[in-house]
């Protein structure tokens, strides 16, 4: 079993419209990291949020931290077929010497 | 742009044969991490290194597999006598922090080594 919890797993939309995936767990989260893989490559880091209640954007994305630091949320804006890829969040427990905890991760498509 | 670099990108063993996956982490890091991605399955911790010193070997199986990071070179992951099992893609990522003196935790991942047992 995922210690965290993605949802969707996969979505499917067209450019111009937006999108949500949430992560939520049970457990709390000293801090949340959103990356975003593409096939046959790494995970490249998005963003990392810390305090409960953060807010953080870049360009369209927009990344938030529940007041609990249980759960997250990715909104995209307009999305664009250069969105198109793998979305995974991951949180670091306390004492855990920084070691990620991912989840599942969610399949994002953007077609033209 | 020098980020962390893993190789071989491919690497296919026999089983039976014993595969080493290297990883040099970003310039200035001193910690890394290896993460074992199963086909379906997420991304799994596997063990947390400093040069010279394993700290966190919780997530590595207890037999066959092993990690180092000496005081020079690359850091290495082993596994003996691979098994069908053992196929999946092998990510490190490395820090510039010790974990514990800050909760703003940054890793940076490689390309990947992705292993094939036949």
């Known amino acids: 079993t995922q210690l965290l919890e993605q949802s969707p797993q996969f979505l499917s939309i067209q450019e111009g419209e937006n999108l949500t995936v949430y992560c939520n767990s049970s457990s709390v989260f000293s801090s949340l990291q959103w990356y975003r893989q593409e096939p046959g490559e790494g995970p490249v880091l998005l963003v990392t949020?810390?305090?409960?209640?953060e807010v953080k954007k870049l360009k369209r994305l927009t990344f938030q931290f529940g007041d609990a630091r249980k759960d997250s949320s990715l909104h995209i804006t307009a999305a664009q077929p250069g969105d198109t890829g793998l979305y995974l969040c991951a949180g670091v427990l306390n004492d855990s010497w920084g070691k990620l905890q991912f989840g599942a991760g969610t399949q994002v498509v953007v077609t033209p | 742009n020098a980020g962390v670099m893993q190789n071989p990108r491919h690497l296919v063993r026999r089983r039976g044969q014993e595969a080493r996956l290297r990883c040099s982490p970003m310039?200035?890091?001193?910690?890394v991490y290896w993460y074992r991605q199963l086909p379906e399955e997420g991304l799994k911790f596997m063990v947390y290194l400093q040069k010279e010193n394993s700290i966190d070997e919780s997530g590595m199986p207890k037999e066959r597999f092993s990690a180092e990071f000496p005081k020079e070179g690359p850091s290495i992951l082993r596994i003996q006598q691979v098994v069908r099992g053992d196929s999946a893609a092998y990510f490190c990522?490395?820090?510039?922090?010790?974990?514990?003196?800050?909760?703003?935790?940054?890793?940076?991942f490689g390309p990947g080594t992705r292993l094939t047992v036949t």
């Open positions: 990522a490395s820090s510039t922090l010790p974990a514990r003196l800050t909760t703003s935790y940054e890793q940076y």
């Open positions: 310039k200035g890091h001193s910690h």
């Open positions: 949020v810390v305090t409960g209640g």
